[in-house]
Every structure is written in structure tokens, then in C-alpha cells.
């Protein structure tokens, strides 16, 4: 074990479950340990890094930034953040035309919770099982795991979970409290499960029907992640709010909250200090016209569709179902993922868990196609 990590094992809170490595290098779809071992990242900081570790454009824009000017206070206008505002509004669906900036997934979510009640008077909201959207408090209320939330309650109330996929559920939910309905198009925590067209336009009815806030959290799924911009475009979803995060900044922290016209929002009743940094901002532009130039969702959905039907033609018997949309992958098996995990990375592949029996993978949109060669063959391995 490095130095490095003792020093994390004595004097950082016990909070995550170490891996055993100490990573100090990423490149593209690589990684390297302190040790010099070279590994394949399919984490990629828990679905980050979609523009690649380390990416030339990006850093270019950071160290370009960081010489002019890293942090201005929200009092104050800024270039880099008024055109990180004008492009998020024209890449997002027609619907969304107001930006908040934030530091991460968490803190969108904790926004639109607090922007939808305001906006209707109500305190109630519509999740959905096996639906994660954070750990800070009114983002965890929105959590259906039992594992993260009970020791931390009471939470905030007025948080009901419906099955996901399963309009009647939902709507059997919805009352005159009820300020908006909270949904990932794809379960990403909850073991990549994927939303249908039926369910979600359904709910997009129920939504305007009643006059509710359509919330969808894309802080894992935006940013090409799942073959394209954005997952809500596979439904023409147009919310009422959309929550971005995690591949936004190339690495860099930064969240968003996208708002519609049905959302109103008065002077001082939400705020952040360092949301919409100039240094942030110019990351974001940079990753999104990064990801714009090289068309890095439509590949996505192409290596999505390879990987799935190379690791399909195996035909592994412990395989119960393989759930797959762009680079958005998890392998569900029929025993406990975790040791499996733990070869794999053996192996020199790095992959997440998404519940007790799925393997989780979200590779940089980047990554070559010798590698998902490399990391299938590894997989079925692994599996067999």
C-alpha cells in the first residue's frame, strides 16, 4: 500500500470503500496506478470522463482560464459563464430556456427540488423505486435505497416511490400536494434500467394534466452518455426541469439546472458561491463543443451496440440479462457482482457496481474499439 494511501486510511473519514490502488495518470480510456500498472478505467469517475482523462481541449481551455481568471462571484457577470448558459440552452430540449449553475449532481437535484416547490406552492414529489439522485438531504429523501437513508432520518418528507416503468403506479401517487414528479430516463445506481417511450409520455401528460413539474435527472445519462446529447431526446421528453452534472465539466465539478417557463424563481431565494465559475464554465464549453465536433454520441451508441453484441455471442451461462444504451452498460449475473469486480480489476479492467448483482460500466465516449475488444474478452473471462 502507498504512502498515499495510509495517509488517506489515517486521516480521511472512513466514507468509501477502497479499491487498493492509488491512482495518479489517466490518458483517454487508461488509467495508471502509483505502481506504474496500466488499467483500462470503465468507471471513468462514475460516468465523468466522458470526453477521455486528461482530455488536450479541455485542459487547453482550464490552463488557459486559470491564467485569466478562476472565480468571480454570481453579483457579477462573467463571459465564460454567460456562454456556458446560451450553449446549455440551445443543446437541451426546446422546452428549457433558464440556467442555474451548480458544483455537482447532488446540489442540481437539490435545486429543482426547491425550485419546483416555490414555483407551485406544493411539497410533495413522485420518485421512483430504485431511483438515486444524491446523498445531501432533500436529494437522498428523493433516494429509494433503504441502505442510504436510514440512518440519517427523519429526511425531508413528502416523498413517494412508484414503480418505475409503471404509469399506474405513478399516477396512483399524485395528489393536489404533489410539486413534481423526479425521474432518471435510465436508472443508472438502480442497475441501468432503461425508461420506455409508453411510460414517459405518459407521465409527461400526467404532468401537464395536472399542472405538476416534470423533473428528469440526467446527471449520469446527459453529455452523449447514452448515444446521444441527451437521453430525454429518445422520448422528446420536454421537461420542466433537467438536472446535469458529471460529464459536464471534462472533470472538472459543475452542475446545472435547466428550467422551463412553468418554473418562477424570485431574487434571493437560492444561491451558490462558487456555481458558474469562470474556470468551470470554460471546462464545460470546452467538453460540450468537444463532444459537438467529434460526434461523440452517435459513437457512442455504435460502441454501445458492439460491445453488447461481442459479449452477447458468448453466451455465457451465469449472464441473466445484459442492459445496454450507448455506452451506458450493466451486466447483471446470477451471483453477487463484487468478486467479479475485483477480478476484473485483477485483470486490469476498472468497473463499478449498480446493486448487489450488476456490473457497471461507463467507459470515456472516447475509448477505442481494440480496448472494448480487450475489456469484453476480459469480461467473458472473468464471467466464465
Known amino acids: 500500500m502507498s504512502t498515499f494511501a495510509n495517509y488517506e486510511d489515517r486521516f480521511g473519514l472512513p466514507l468509501f470503500a477502497k479499491r487498493g490502488i492509488t491512482l495518479v495518470k489517466g490518458e483517454n480510456a487508461f488509467v495508471w496506478d502509483i505502481e506504474g500498472r496500466r488499467y483500462i478505467d470503465c468507471a471513468a469517475g462514475h460516468g465523468v470522463a466522458n470526453v477521455g482523462h486528461g482530455n488536450p481541449f479541455v485542459v487547453k481551455a482550464v490552463e ?185 465539466g471534462g472533470g472538472i465539478p459543475i452542475g446545472a439546472v435547466l428550467c422551463s417557463d412553468r418554473v418562477h424563481l424570485k431574487y434571493g431565494k437560492h444561491g451558490t458561491t462558487f456555481g458558474g465559475n469562470p474556470l468551470a464554465s470554460a471546462a464545460a464549453l470546452a467538453t460540450i463543443d468537444y463532444i459537438e465536433q467529434n460526434d461523440l454520441a452517435k459513437k457512442a451508441e455504435q460502441k454501445g451496440k458492439y460491445f453488447a453484441r461481442l459479449l452477447n455471442a458468448y453466451h455465457l451461462p451465469l449472464l441473466k440479462e445484459l442492459r445496454q444504451i450507448g455506452l451506458m452498460i450493466g451486466i447483471e449475473i446470477k451471483e453477487k457482482a463484487q468478486p467479479f469486480i475485483s477480478a476484473l480489476q485483477d485483470e486490469g479492467i476498472i468497473v463499478l457496481p449498480a446493486g448487489p448483482k450488476v456490473i457497471r460500466l461507463l467507459p470515456p465516449l472516447t475509448i477505442e474499439y481494440e480496448l472494448i475488444d480487450w475489456v469484453v474478452k476480459k469480461v467473458a473471462e472473468v464471467l466464465k
Open 64 to 248: 488557459g482560464q486559470a491564467q485569466r481568471l478562476m472565480v468571480v462571484s454570481n453579483a457579477f457577470y462573467n463571459d465564460q459563464r454567460g456562454l456556458l448558459m446560451k450553449k446549455l440552452v440551445e443543446i437541451t430540449p426546446q422546452s428549457l430556456n433558464k440556467v442555474f449553475l451548480c458544483n455537482s449532481g447532488t446540489e442540481a437535484v437539490e435545486a429543482a427540488l426547491k425550485f419546483a416547490r416555490f414555483s407551485t406552492g406544493n411539497s410533495e414529489f413522485v420518485c421512483a423505486r430504485r431511483g438515486f439522485h444524491g446523498r445531501t438531504m432533500g436529494a437522498l429523501s428523493a433516494t429509494f435505497n433503504p441502505k442510504y437513508k436510514r440512518d440519517f432520518e427523519p429526511l425531508v418528507p413528502g416523498f413517494h416511490f412508484a414503480t418505475f416503468n409503471d404509469f399506474e403506479s405513478v399516477e396512483r401517487l399524485v395528489n393536489e400536494r404533489t410539486a413534481g414528479i423526479l425521474l432518471e430516463v435510465v436508472q443508472g445506481e438502480g442497475g441501468v434500467h432503461i425508461g420506455r417511450a409508453d411510460f414517459f409520455a405518459k407521465v409527461q401528460a400526467l404532468c401537464r394534466e395536472k399542472e405538476i413539474l416534470l423533473i428528469i435527472d440526467e446527471v449520469q445519462t446527459g453529455l452523449g452518455r447514452t448515444g446521444r446529447m441527451f437521453a430525454s431526446e429518445y422520448f422528446d421528453l420536454q421537461p420542466d426541469i433537467l438536472c446535469l452534472a458529471k460529464g459536464l
